[in-house]
């Protein structure tokens, strides 16, 4: 068995140890080499040729983003990030995934000796998923952890005529997600109909992401909350812990946020959305899902395809991860597989024929 071959960089020597300690638990994973700063890792990666680098963003010397932006620009390689929960560490990693790192890793800022094993399966998860981002589909599963399905949180319904005519987009994404909505959603105008988001994050991070999204974009873009008033114009990102629901009271949508269990081992939960939408927009809505590890939104946007909703899907080649995407082709679910770049001027021509 082909060993996935990983540096580890970082500063902090108990850091280094731990991760080599953890990822050698993966019998699929070796760590080649571990290096305290970005010049010593340039050397490494030059003489060990590893398939996956872990980076911490706070270094010595030169920092993570730099160093990250002069790896994608000479010698491109699938980086995982290794985050703290701040502001700080946000900002920084929503810098890195511009940059073209794979994916990040959120740290604990308190008792990180006695905490980093839980991070285990998820960052043996992340460099798997990293070292070939072009799979079809990375099943990533934590031991012990119930995979409830939607139903757990939003019960399912018979179709029903709704008394709206109210435009709604809905989106879900998860790993390589936070570039892909910026790029869709910069390219929306200010009048497009109003658009709910669920994207896998933390919830340290959920908040600047919908600031950062706001800074760049032609619509508001908010941190979701519960019970607000779902308008033309303005986009609704869900929290980090909890599902993001819509409603509706009569010819107005509603946010409702719900602390139900995790769907899909996610929460938020992209089928969830889903489904809501399902039940308060019906044909009003457009499902967008794009690119993410694992399946989670394949069988939400298979009920709204059923329902007469049109569907998209990100096609494999503009992914970084084809998993969600991946598995609602499977399903039967999508009726437009589109390259990113071409999604929003799709989501936009639908509207405008259903108008």
Same mark, same amino acid.
């Given at each position: 068995?082909?060993?996935?071959?990983?540096?580890?960089?970082?500063?902090?020597?108990?850091?280094?140890?731990?991760?080599?300690?953890?990822?050698?638990?993966?019998?699929?994973?070796?760590?080649?080499?571990?290096?305290?700063?970005?010049?010593?890792?340039?050397?490494?990666?030059?003489?060990?040729?590893?398939?996956?680098?872990?980076?911490?963003?706070?270094?010595?010397?030169?920092?993570?983003?730099?160093? #990250?932006?002069? #790896?994608?620009?000479?010698?491109? /390689?699938?980086?995982?990030?290794?985050?703290?929960?701040?502001?700080?560490?946000?900002?920084?990693?929503?810098?890195?995934?511009?940059?073209?790192?794979?994916?990040?890793?959120?740290?604990?800022?308190?008792?990180?000796?006695?905490?980093?094993?839980?991070?285990?399966?998820?960052?043996?998860?992340?460099?798997?998923?990293?070292?070939?981002?072009?799979?079809?589909?990375?099943?990533?599963?934590?031991?012990?952890?119930?995979?409830?399905?939607?139903?757990?949180?939003?019960?399912? /319904?018979?179709?029903?005529?709704?008394?709206?005519?109210?435009?709604?987009?809905?989106?879900?994404?998860?790993?390589?997600?936070?570039?892909?909505?910026?790029?869709?959603?910069?390219?929306?105008?200010?009048?497009?109909?109003?658009?709910?988001?669920?994207?896998?994050?933390?919830?340290?991070?959920?908040?600047?992401?919908?600031?950062?999204?706001?800074?760049?974009?032609?619509?508001?873009?908010?941190?979701?909350?519960?019970?607000?008033?779902?308008?033309?114009?303005?986009?609704?990102?869900?929290?980090?812990?909890?599902?993001?629901?819509?409603?509706?009271?009569?010819?107005?949508?509603?946010?409702?946020?719900?602390?139900?269990?995790?769907?899909?081992?996610?929460?938020?939960?992209?089928?969830?959305?889903?489904?809501?939408?399902?039940?308060?927009?019906?044909?009003?809505?457009?499902?967008?899902?794009?690119?993410?590890?694992?399946?989670?939104?394949?069988?939400?946007?298979?009920? #709204?395809?059923?329902?007469?909703?049109?569907?998209?899907?990100?096609?494999?080649?503009?992914?970084?991860?084809?998993?969600?995407?991946?598995?609602?082709?499977? #399903?039967?679910?999508?009726?437009?597989?589109?390259?990113?770049?071409?999604?929003?001027?799709?989501?936009?021509?639908?509207?405008?024929?259903?108008?």
């Amino acid at each position: 068995m082909k060993k996935i071959r990983v540096v580890i960089v970082d500063d902090s020597a108990l850091i280094r140890q731990m991760l080599s300690e953890l990822l050698a638990t993966a019998p699929d994973i070796e760590v080649v080499g571990t290096a305290p700063d970005p010049l010593i890792a340039r050397e490494r990666i030059k003489q060990l040729k590893p398939d996956v680098i872990t980076l911490d963003v706070e270094m010595p010397k030169m920092d993570g983003l730099t160093f #990250l932006s002069n #790896l994608m620009r000479l010698r491109p /390689l699938p980086v995982v990030m290794i985050s703290s929960l701040t502001q700080k560490g946000a900002d920084t990693t929503f810098q890195a995934l511009e940059l073209g790192a794979v994916d990040f890793v959120a740290k604990p800022e308190a008792d990180l000796a006695g905490t980093f094993h839980q991070y285990a399966e998820e960052i043996i998860g992340k460099i798997r998923m990293a070292a070939d981002a072009n799979v079809k589909s990375v099943s990533h599963r934590k031991k012990g952890t119930p995979k409830y399905s939607a139903d757990e949180v939003i019960s399912k /319904l018979p179709p029903r005529t709704l008394r709206t005519t109210e435009r709604l987009i809905a989106v879900g994404a998860s790993t390589g997600g936070t570039e892909a909505i910026k790029e869709l959603l910069s390219v929306m105008p200010a009048d497009s109909p109003a658009i709910v988001i669920t994207q896998h994050i933390p919830l340290a991070f959920s908040a600047p992401f919908a600031k950062r999204m706001d800074s760049i974009c032609a619509m508001k873009v908010f941190h979701a909350e519960d019970g607000q008033q779902i308008i033309p114009g303005h986009v609704y990102i869900a929290p980090g812990d909890r599902h993001l629901l819509i409603e509706r009271s009569g010819a107005r949508y509603y946010c409702r946020l719900n602390d139900g269990p995790p769907v899909n081992r996610h929460k938020p939960s992209v089928d969830v959305l889903f489904r809501s939408v399902v039940q308060h927009a019906g044909k009003n809505a457009i499902g967008i899902l794009l690119t993410g590890m694992g399946d989670d939104g394949a069988k939400g946007l298979k009920e #709204l395809h059923e329902i007469g909703a049109p569907t998209i899907a990100q096609d494999e080649q503009s992914s970084v991860v084809w998993g969600m995407p991946g598995e609602a082709v499977k #399903l039967d679910a999508v009726d437009y597989l589109l390259p990113l770049n071409q999604i929003a001027a799709k989501a936009l021509k639908l509207v405008a024929q259903r108008s």
